[in-house]
């Protein structure tokens, strides 16, 4: 019986290593499909739209609705959207690889939240480069996201540069099928965050009084953020293993969450 057994239990881990082996190759291949998609839509190739051109005035390459004069232009070739989940897409897998490759947990908070960044700044810079003119509301709204970015993914490569493995996804990136779910939700999650920002730069109106109003909650929310960040750092630095529950954290569960939306919001 206790040969059986042992015959049943080797058959049964082969079987479920074959099984996991065969998620792992599935859920790399969907990712890569969903990668080159996300490739391919940000270049002008075959898929043409129609851009609306202004009579007499500076031409918007999303829309104007004085327009009376039609020229076909590649679907992709000006629109940030597709421009920033082609960039989404492309760092998220290059973490991916970097998961699976090495196992650090070192790259995860400094790829996912500089992302933001380095699509809201290219926007920026091949926007200033081009003959399209962004607006205010639009300029403000890249260089915000992107101080937040730079900000945010500098301060969590520090500390887990300091730290070196995240418990909580010890786990969850022990496997090939949960990496990859790892980094496909953030890559949701960089699409999700940024849709106020990515949608802003399909609107041409900008208000200076929504710009400074914005500019403000954006600006206090970015404060509280990194101050709560910080406090808590010293804090389990001082106090390992203790619940934080100074400063900010004397106020709130999640201090640093709350500032989060509240700079979101004032992007919004």
Known sequence: HIEKAAYYNHHTNMLYRRNSRLRQITATAIFSFLTLISISQSFPTFRPTMTKISNGRRPSPYRDSTTKVLALVPIHSSNPFWKAVSIYAVTDVFGFFISVMTGSHVHLDLIGSGAFGLASLSNLFSQSSSTTTLTLSQKVSSIAVGIWSIKLATFLFYRASRV?????????????????????????????????????????????????????????????????????????????GRFCNVGLWALSQHPNFFGNLVLWFGIL
């Not at 070196?164 to 980094?183: A, K, N, Q, V």
């Not at 496909?184 to 009084?209: A, D």
Request: glycine share 10%; net charge negative.
């Open 164 to 240: 070196g493995h995240d418990m909580r996804l010890e786990e969850t990136l022990s496997t090939m099928s949960g990496t990859f779910g790892f980094w496909f939700i953030t890559f949701l999650w960089n699409i999700s965050c940024s849709m106020p920002h990515l949608l802003g730069l399909l609107s041409t109106r900008s208000n200076p009084v929504f710009v400074q109003v914005g500019g403000i909650v954006y600006s206090i929310g970015l404060l509280v953020e990194t101050v709560a960040d910080l406090q808590k750092w010293w804090f389990k630095q001082a106090n390992p």
